[in-house]
Every structure is written in C-alpha cells, then in structure tokens.
C-alpha cells in the first residue's frame, strides 16, 4: 500500500507534498513547525490539511500493522493463497480486514465446531454440492454416531446447517454486500422502554429514520438514550432481500432434496449469526460519522474561542456568581495579578444588597477598576443586575462583560490552581480564573482540559481518546499561532509550543525563576534537557520583548536570521528599526521576490513570511478577531418583544443552530433555518464562536426559558 499516493488522492494534493509531509512527521517535526516553517518543502499546506494529512497517516499505519498481524496468523496457519493475500492487502478498511480474518481466527466453541467435532463435515460439503441421487434423511443416516452424540438423523442434518450457517456467515464478500444494503436501505428505530416517562429524549420514544440519512447529533442522542436505559434502539433491514440474496448465492441449480436444508442454513446464517453483528457495524459507523462530525464543530468552536481578542490594559473585576455561599470576587491588574479578593452576597438566601453595593464599590474606587468579567453560571442573572445598579450609582466608567465560565471549576479545584493561587479557597481562584480570561482567554484557558470549556455538543458520549488528541491539536496550533511571551508565559501554556512538553515547560519555567529572565532565544539551549531539535521546533514561536536582538521579538525563526538583516539591510533599513514599530511598507519595497529569495538563499514563501513580520513585528492575529460586546445595562426576557432586533455573541455552535448571547441570562437559539435564505448544510457556514451578531427575537417562551432568534 502507498500511503502517500492514497493520502494525496483523499486529500486531493500531490503525492509529492504527502510524502515529504511524511518525512518531516517522521523526522520530529511537529504540525506548527512543518506549517510555518518548511512551507517550501510542502508547497505551504495549510495546518488543517496537515492534520488531516497526520491523523489519516496514522489509520493507514494502524491498517498496515493489522494486515500483517491477521497475514502471519493465516500463513501460520497453512492457509494463505494468493487471492486471500491480495484481498487482505488491498482492504481500505479495518472491517474489511476483519471480515476476511473471520474465517481464520481463534473462536470460543461455536455450534459448527460441535458439528465439526461429531464429524458432520461430510454431510454440510453434501448438501453443498446439490447433486443428490436420494433423499437428505437417507444420507443423514451415514453419519449417525450416538458415542459422538449424533443419535437421530434430525441431530446430523441440523449440526451440517450449523457448519453450512457459519461457512455463509463467515464469506467476507456476504457481508460487506449485507452491510452496504443494510446501510442504504435500513431503518434505524427507536422506541421508550416506558413512554409516561417525561425526559429529554421524548422526541425519540416514536422515531424512525433511514439509516444513510442519520444526523449526528440524533445518533449521538440516541446512543445516550439507549445507555441511561430510556430507549430501545434497533435497525429494521430489507430482510426478504437479504436472505433472497444469500439464497441465490448458496443454491444453485434446482436439487429439491438439498434445497430445503439450504434455505434453512440461509436463514440461520443472517438472524443468528449476521445480523447482529452487522447492525453492531453500522451502528459503529454512525457513532463513528458522528463523533467525528461533533469533533469538527468543537475543534472550530474551540478555535474560535481561543482566538478571541485579549483586553488588555483594563484593571478587571472578576465575579463568580453564587446563591447560598456568595458570589467570590477578584481583582486583577494589567498584568493578570490578583491585588485582592472578597466575597458578597448579594442573592438569595442572605440578599445583602447594599452591603455587597457597598463592597464592590469600594474595590473600583481603590484599584481603578474599570471592567467587571460576570460567570455565565448559577445566579449569573441575579448578580448582573446588582452590577448594572452599581454602574448607574457610581461616577467611575465602568462596563461589563458575561464571560462564559465553563471549566472555571474545574480548573480551581485543580492541582494546578492550588499551585498558582496556594492561599485561596476554590471560589477565590475561580473569580480570578473569570477575570484573567478577559485579559488573554488563550493563556487562561489552556490551563483547563479542552473538553471541560464546553463548546461542543455530546461531548462525553464520544471517543474521549479520539476527543482529546483533537482538541490538544487545537490548542497547539492556536498557541503557536500566536506565540507566547517567553519571560511570562506560564507552563501550562508553554507545554502547548511546538517542541515543548511539560516536562520541558517546567524546565522553562524553573530556569527563568533561578536566573531571571531569557536575554535571547539562544539562552533556551541552557535549559535542562532542552536539545537543539526541541529549540528548532519551539524557537521561532517563542517571543522575547526588548530583547538585544529584535529579531527575537517576532515569528523569523532564528535558522533565517542572517537572511532576515542582510534583506533589512539591503532595503536599507537597520534591525534596530524593528523595535520602533517595524518596517511599514517593506513587502512593497521589494520588487522582484524571486530574486530577492535566490539572493537571500530563501524560498519565496519563507521570504513572504518575513516581510509580513518584519512590517508589523509580534503581530498578534487575534486583533482581527471580534471584540467581546462590554454592558453596562441589562434586559430581561420580560423587556423583550417579538420584533426586537439586538446585538448578540454566539457562545455555541451545535450541528442545528447556535446559542446566542443577547444580554438576557438565557441564551437564544437561532436554528439552522433562521440562518440564511439559501440552504446551508451545517451553522459552521453562517457564524463561529465568538462572532457578534445581529438578531431578530422571533419568539419567547419564559415558562419555559426560551428565546428564539432569527439572522435573516
């Protein structure tokens, strides 16, 4: 199997970008490196292409390695021929390989191995054969045997079906027709195990829908209905034409004597020994459609959520909301410091109002306060309200932002939070966590387990495995797509760079505390056990500001350095220029790239790259992004109207609408037909997280919390 030809056709490049691809993976290298610095050795594939370049290399090894395995166990066993051989090699599956592994591998004591045993083979290879001169009961008395347990001719007859039912069962090719019409033509069905049951899953106690049309967040719904034991799942399949096909490939000619007994086997083949097995298959295969489908929502959503723009320079009060233990607050300066921490209670029980007014105001006026960050959580609705009264009240400009707090907890209940905040209580650290992910979200939040932030649908029904790789590779390319501060940068956020594991970014981090800060890249290579291929791979996303060398500054790997000031120097500029703002209009200086890249001993896209950088030096892509919407008052769903249009941020993107944050505590659904007057396949196509969006309210239900909105 060529695995870079099948990868660049799936992928629809050239075979020559997928093996070099291969190469450097091979080599090391890790997908940021390979997409931002060897875009001439791949022709500048993009990092989604690369990842999907590395995840389907790997399947295709995984294949390979089965294929040997089921391969040596079959020569082993004296059976391999040479079509067997090739049908194994030229299988594209891991169930393909299987099926034809079927007939060949270890079983526990099946009914036809007790045939086997009581030496029926004789009479299933009979019936075979179909060219009967007597009656079946006739040849059926030859094998009686009551010392082997073969006592009536019913027992001989029914034990050669047995070996005939597990001989169709075992046909690779059976199976895969059986699972392809199984597939195209299915029913799956799904029905409550009590039906006077209220639960979330009362849209699936009556439901029915085709196999090949199954989306994935109904068959994801369904697998969890089924597990927590609410549903009864099953697939219904064209029944009559399967056996009619197992039939017609079974009997041949017309022996009416064997023919009986063969439809029979037929029949006990595909009920006993097929169908549900194949239904075990497809239903594989839906989860496993659907599972990667809500990966892909999450990792878009979770790299939209990354990429928001950080707030910086704001003084931040962060406010975890709570009813019977108090809502905690922290205050954090520029630099993501807590100066202070105090908890009011505000709501029910206690509904100390004014003392809590009295508190919060105290703390904007002392640190300068001048945003408030507000949980999303329990009592989120309550305390805004409170917050919106004090602005009012107070002289001091102050704003506020709804922050979604999915994974606070998690992370301050977590090893690392009682590291970095030793003396606070879990609220503490929490109220800290909210205000921090205002002033940078991506340095908050990778110190939270990616699946824990909760943007994605279903995610603890999936491949947790499968899940996590995924969204880890989100996080490293969003990590090093903006480059981290190397004197600031925590080693949570460290152990995400290319190169870097946390092994190392605790190195990183325990070196700069005992000799001060890094004066340049070069000064990594002091760091235990930090060798020249993890420096060549973290290097150029590393930042050092102010540093002796500009260049160490900005995204120009340090292997391009001497290309970088000889090109600066011929545009006549001097590196120093650098630190003054960059060189503005350099890339339009250039007149003849290819050139200047031969001269230079450059690719052109290596070269393209440093001028982009070298123009606007640290750059940091986030600032294309979407700005949060800062408050400073509040609606409820009672001041809302049918009609209404409002600005929004969509906090979700799920497989039929998304949720959007209106002001209102709770979010609004605009489903996947409000979202555009042309057909959109999936939401992904009209918004992302994070975008802020115009609505229009098109219906409120408050008995039940719902707001429904529209962008069209």
Not at 57 to 70: F, I
Not at 277 to 294: M, V, W
Not at 374 to 390: C, K, P
Not at 658 to 664: K, L, P, Q, R, W
Request: glycine share 6%; aromatic share 6%.
């Amino acid at each position: 199997m060529d695995i870079a030809k099948l990868i660049a056709a799936e992928l629809k490049i050239k075979p020559s970008q997928a093996e070099t691809v291969k190469k450097l993976i091979d080599e090391g290298n890790t997908i940021p490196f390979i997409a931002r610095y060897r875009k001439e050795m791949h022709g500048g594939l993009n990092d989604e292409v690369l990842r999907a370049l590395e995840e389907r290399l790997n399947y295709l090894r995984n294949l390979q390695e089965r294929k040997d395995t089921v391969l040596a166990s079959i020569e082993e066993q004296g059976k391999l021929n040479d079509e067997l051989r090739k049908a194994i090699e030229d299988a594209m599956t891991l169930v393909a390989v299987e099926d034809l592994y079927r007939p060949y591998k270890q079983k526990r004591r099946t009914r036809a191995m007790i045939a086997k045993e009581k030496g029926l083979e004789g009479l299933a290879v009979w019936l075979l054969l179909q060219h009967s001169t007597h009656p079946a009961t006739e040849e059926a008395k030859k094998y009686l045997n009551e010392e082997k347990g073969v006592a009536t001719v019913e027992e001989a007859l029914a034990g050669a079906k047995d070996i005939i039912a597990e001989e169709i069962s075992d046909d690779a090719s059976c199976r895969a027709w059986i699972r392809n019409i199984s597939f195209r033509q299915g029913i799956l069905v799904s029905e409550a195990k009590d039906k006077k049951a209220a639960s979330v899953y009362e849209m699936y106690y009556d439901f029915k829908e085709n196999v090949a049309k199954m989306a994935g967040y109904r068959t994801l719904a369904l697998n969890r209905g089924e597990k927590e034991k609410i549903l009864t799942v099953k697939i219904e399949t064209p029944e009559d034409e399967i056996l009619s096909y197992l039939e017609g490939k079974t009997i041949r000619g017309n022996d009416p004597e064997t023919a009986p007994y063969l439809k029979e086997s037929c029949e006990d083949a595909y009920r006993r020994l097929i169908k549900e097995s194949i239904e075990r298959d497809i239903r594989n295969e839906l989860t496993e459609k659907a599972e990667d489908g809500a990966i892909e929502v999450f990792r878009k959503n979770l790299n939209q959520l990354l990429m928001q723009p950080p707030i910086s320079g704001r003084v931040v009060l962060g406010w975890d909301p709570a009813f019977r233990t108090g809502c905690k607050l922290a205050v954090v300066d520029e630099t993501g410091k807590v100066l202070d921490t105090k908890v009011v209670y505000p709501t029910a029980p206690q509904n100390k109002v004014k003392e809590a007014k009295k508190d919060v105001e105290a703390l904007i006026a002392k640190y300068g306060v001048s945003l408030i960050s507000v949980g999303n959580g329990t009592a989120s609705r309550e305390s805004e309200q409170v917050i919106t009264e004090i602005i009012k009240e107070i002289k001091e400009p102050v704003q506020y932002v709804i922050t979604n707090e999915a994974g606070a907890s998690v992370y301050s209940a977590s090893k690392l939070a009682s590291e970095e905040f030793p003396n606070f209580d879990v609220g503490q650290r929490s109220a800290a966590s909210i205000a921090r992910r205002l002033q940078d979200p991506l340095a908050e939040l990778v110190k939270i387990d990616p699946a824990s932030i909760g943007v994605g649908q279903y995610q603890h029904d999936m491949n947790q495995k499968k899940l996590g790789e995924a969204l880890r590779a989100v996080v490293e390319d969003c990590v090093n797509r903006v480059g981290v501060d190397l004197n600031t940068a925590s080693a949570s956020l460290l152990e995400y760079v290319s190169g870097i594991n946390h092994v190392l970014a605790k190195n990183i981090v325990s070196y700069r505390e005992e000799h001060g800060s890094f004066a340049s890249r070069k000064e990594l290579l002091k760091v235990p056990r930090l060798g020249p291929k993890a420096f060549e791979q973290c290097a150029g996303f590393m930042r050092i500001l102010n540093a002796a060398d500009p260049l160490d500054g900005t995204s120009v790997h340090p292997e391009s350095y001497e290309a970088a000031k000889k090109l600066i120097a011929e545009l006549g500029y001097s590196v120093n220029d650098l630190s003054r703002g960059g060189l503005p209009g350099i890339a339009k200086a250039v007149k003849d790239t290819s050139k200047l890249a031969a001269d230079l001993e450059l690719g052109e896209l290596t070269l393209s790259d440093i001028l982009k950088e070298l123009e606007k030096p640290g750059r940091d892509p986030r600032e294309d992004m979407p700005k949060p919407i800062l408050r400073s008052d509040v609606l409820s769903m009672e001041d809302l109207t049918v009609g209404m249009v409002l600005k929004g941020t969509v906090r979700n993107v799920i497989d039929f609408g998304a949720f959007v944050d209106i002001g209102v505590h709770q979010d609004g659904l605009v489903h996947i037909s409000q979202m555009s007057k042309k057909f959109i396949r999936h939401p992904l196509e009209v918004v992302s997280v994070g975008d802020i969006v115009e609505v229009k309210v098109i219906g409120i239900e408050p008995e039940k919390k719902r707001i429904s909105l529209s962008l069209i």
